[in-house]
C-alpha cells in the first residue's frame, strides 16, 4: 500500500461504500471488501473448528455437530459465493492492475474517451462467471 | 518499496489460494457434481472422508501452504483496509505487531493441527 499522501481518504468508512462517479467496478471494490473480510472471519474460526481433527474422530464428530443446522448450512453457501466472488473478482484486479485489458492509452482528443469503457466488458463476464459458479455449488446444498 | 513488495507478494498470494482454495472447494462443495477425493459414501466432512484425505502427504503439504498464503493474504488485506483510515504512527505499528503476531498464532495452530491429524489418519 502506498502512503496516501496529502489525499486521506476524508469520508471514512463511508468513503468505503458509495459508487459515486465510479460505477460498477466501484460497487464490486466494495463487495471485494466485504467479501474479503467475510472470508478472513470464517478462516479463523475454520482453523479453530478443523484443529478438532487431531483429538480423533470423537472430537471431529462433536465439532461438526455444533456446526449442523439450515443456519450453518446457509452460512456455508454463502462462504463459498464469497469465495467465488472474491476469487474471479480478484483475477479480474489482479489483470487489471498489471495493466491487461484496460487498452491502449490515447490521445486525449474530444471526444474523450474513459479507460473504464474498456475494462467493462472483463467486469461483466467476470461477474457472470461469479454468478454461474455460486449457482453450481449451490446445488450441492440442495440435497 | 516495502509496502509494493509486499503488496506484490498480496497478489502472489491470491493466485496460491485460487489454485489451493479452488481445489478445496471443490472437494467440499462440488461433491454432487465432481466427486472428487471422497472415497467413502455421506458427506466430504464426515470422518471417513477426513481419515482418507488425511492420509495423505499431498494434502499435508498443500493445506500447510494455503494456511500460510490465506493467513498472510487475509491479515495483509485487513491491515490495508484500516491503514486507509489514517491511523497514527503508533496505531499503524501496534496494528502490524498484532496481525503478525496473530498470523503466526494461527499458523503454529493449524500446522500442528494437520502434522497431528496426519499422524491420527495413519494410525486409523
Ligand atoms: C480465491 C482466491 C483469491 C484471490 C484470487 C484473491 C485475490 C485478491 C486480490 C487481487 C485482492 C486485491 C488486492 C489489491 O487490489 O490491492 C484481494 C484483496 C483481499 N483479499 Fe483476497 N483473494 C483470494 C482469496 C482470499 C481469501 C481466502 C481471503 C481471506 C482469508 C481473502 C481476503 C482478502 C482481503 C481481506 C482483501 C483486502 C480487500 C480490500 O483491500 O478491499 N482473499 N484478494
Ligand atoms: C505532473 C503533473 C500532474 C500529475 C502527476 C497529475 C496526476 C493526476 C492524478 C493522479 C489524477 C487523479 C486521477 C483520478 O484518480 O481520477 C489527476 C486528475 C486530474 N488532473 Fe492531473 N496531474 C497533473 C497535472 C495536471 C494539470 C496541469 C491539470 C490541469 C491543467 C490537471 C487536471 C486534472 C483534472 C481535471 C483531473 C480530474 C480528472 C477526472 O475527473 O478524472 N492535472 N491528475
Ligand atoms: C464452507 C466451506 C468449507 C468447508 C466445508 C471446509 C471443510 C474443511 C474440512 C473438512 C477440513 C479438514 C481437513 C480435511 O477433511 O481434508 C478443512 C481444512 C482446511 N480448510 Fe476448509 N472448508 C471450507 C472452507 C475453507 C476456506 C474458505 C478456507 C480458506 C480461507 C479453508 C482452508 C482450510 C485449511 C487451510 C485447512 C487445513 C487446516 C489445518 O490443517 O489446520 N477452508 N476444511
Known amino acids: 500500500m502506498i502512503e496516501n499522501k496529502g489525499r486521506p481518504n476524508r469520508l471514512g468508512v463511508k468513503g468505503w461504500l458509495g459508487g459515486g462517479r465510479w460505477g460498477f467496478e466501484r460497487y464490486l471494490y466494495a463487495l471485494h471488501r466485504l467479501t474479503g473480510l467475510a472470508l478472513l472471519a470464517y478462516f479463523v474460526l475454520h482453523i479453530g473448528v478443523t484443529s478438532s481433527r487431531a483429538f480423533g474422530e470423537n472430537a471431529w464428530t462433536s465439532a461438526m455437530g455444533a456446526v449442523k443446522g439450515p443456519l450453518f448450512s446457509v452460512g456455508e453457501f454463502l462462504v463459498f459465493a464469497a469465495f467465488a466472488f472474491h476469487a474471479v473478482n480478484g483475477i479480474r484486479l489482479a489483470l487489471v492492475e498489471l495493466g491487461f485489458a484496460i487498452g491502449q492509452p490515447i490521445e486525449p482528443v474530444y471526444p474523450y474517451r474513459t479507460s473504464v469503457d474498456e475494462q467493462r466488458p472483463l467486469a461483466i463476464g467476470v461477474m457472470i462467471l461469479a454468478a454461474i459458479l455460486a449457482i453450481v455449488g449451490g446445488i450441492g446444498f440442495l440435497k | ?124
Do not use: C
Request: glycine share 10%; net charge positive; charged share 10%.
Open chain 2, 1 to 124: 518499496m516495502r509496502d509494493q513488495r509486499l503488496w506484490t507478494w498480496h497478489i502472489g498470494a491470491g493466485a496460491v489460494i485460487l489454485v489451493l482454495l479452488g481445489l478445496h472447494m471443490t472437494v467440499m462443495h462440488l461433491d454432487a457434481i465432481v466427486r472428487v477425493f471422497n472415497p467413502a459414501p455421506g458427506e466430504p466432512v464426515d470422518w471417513a472422508n477426513v481419515v482418507a484425505r488425511g492420509k495423505s502427504v499431498f494434502f499435508l503439504v498443500t493445506y500447510v501452504l494455503l494456511l500460510g498464503t490465506a493467513l498472510f493474504h487475509g491479515f495483509y488485506g485487513l491491515r490495508n483496509i484500516l491503514f486507509e483510515l489514517n491511523p497514527g504512527a503508533p496505531a499503524k505499528k501496534a496494528m502490524n505487531g498484532l496481525f503478525l503476531v496473530a498470523g503466526l498464532v494461527l499458523f503454529a495452530i493449524g500446522t500442528w493441527a494437520a502434522w497431528a491429524g496426519f499422524t491420527v489418519a495413519r494410525s486409523a
